[in-house]
């Protein structure tokens, strides 16, 4: 039984205020214990959300991590930095860090193994654009992210991956895939990973991101082959954020 995944992407919002309100405001209503809740915050509230939660069933993520453990890139944060803050889970390969950072699947394959050899759990990002989809091309797309995403990954770590499938279009547009759509490409992807692990694809968490609100994350997690979600807007409101977990 995969344990669902609710997971909540800040991005570029909340001071260390902001955000330490709205962690107070998270644990002051019942959480659904079954499911796991993380907080994906920028690196300046990390340290100030770890020490709020304590207590609680809730894990702390960050939204990217360089592949290297220390050296000459300035601005970048090393898995040994989020080692220290014992960040549970790191974001990789979100589209805006594709589309706006020139990431690529071979640097998102880069640290995906560098934040597995630290213990930092994976959430990598794979999607289509609308343009890749009208085409007809959303699959075939897809099953490349994954394929070099996945290069070189042992079968030993696949437990401890989550793919968050996030169709670009969908992305803070307030359009959804349907349920059955997100379920489908959700499904397609697992086939994926039992054609590179065999059983491990009824092993791996796999979320749908794009949109998801109180409104609709239940028929969502209702499918078959989805184990959560990665959720941007909902994730910075708690009433929102606690009714996703909640669902």
């Known amino acids: 039984m995969r344990t669902p995944i609710i997971a909540g992407n800040w991005k570029m919002n909340n001071t260390m205020e902001e955000g330490l309100k709205l962690v107070a ?35 702390v993520g960050a939204q990217n991590m ?17 080692k ?39 959430i ?25 995403g996945f290069q070189d990954i042992d079968e030993k770590h696949v437990e401890d991956i989550v793919i968050a499938y996030e169709p670009i279009w969908a992305i803070g547009t307030g359009k959804t895939a349907s349920a059955d759509d997100a379920n489908d490409m959700i499904a397609f992807i697992r086939e994926i990973i039992g054609q590179l692990y065999g059983d491990l694809k009824d092993v791996i968490r796999i979320q749908y991101g794009g949109s998801v609100k109180p ?10 082959d989805i184990d959560g979600a990665l959720v941007g807007g909902a994730s910075l409101k708690a009433d929102d954020f606690v009714k996703l977990i909640n669902y």
């Open 25 to 59: 405001d998270i644990k002051s209503q019942d959480l659904n214990k079954n499911v796991e809740a993380v907080l994906c915050v920028p690196f300046t509230d990390i340290k100030s959300v770890k020490e709020a939660i304590k207590g609680t069933n809730i894990k």
């Open 66 to 82: 360089h592949w290297e453990e220390s050296g000459a890139y300035t601005g970048e944060i090393s898995p040994i930095m989020l």
């Open 84 to 122: 220290e803050l014992e960040v549970d889970y790191v974001i990789l390969g979100h589209s805006e860090r594709r589309q706006y950072f020139n990431e690529t699947d071979e640097t998102v394959n880069k640290k995906m193994k560098s934040a597995l050899a630290h213990n930092i759990k994976p």
């Open 124 to 148: 990598i990002c794979v999607g289509e654009t609308l343009e890749e989809r009208e085409s007809s091309k959303e699959k075939e797309v897809v099953k490349n992210q994954i394929i070099k």
């Open 215 to 224: 409104e609709n994350v239940a028929e969502l997690m209702n499918k078959s």
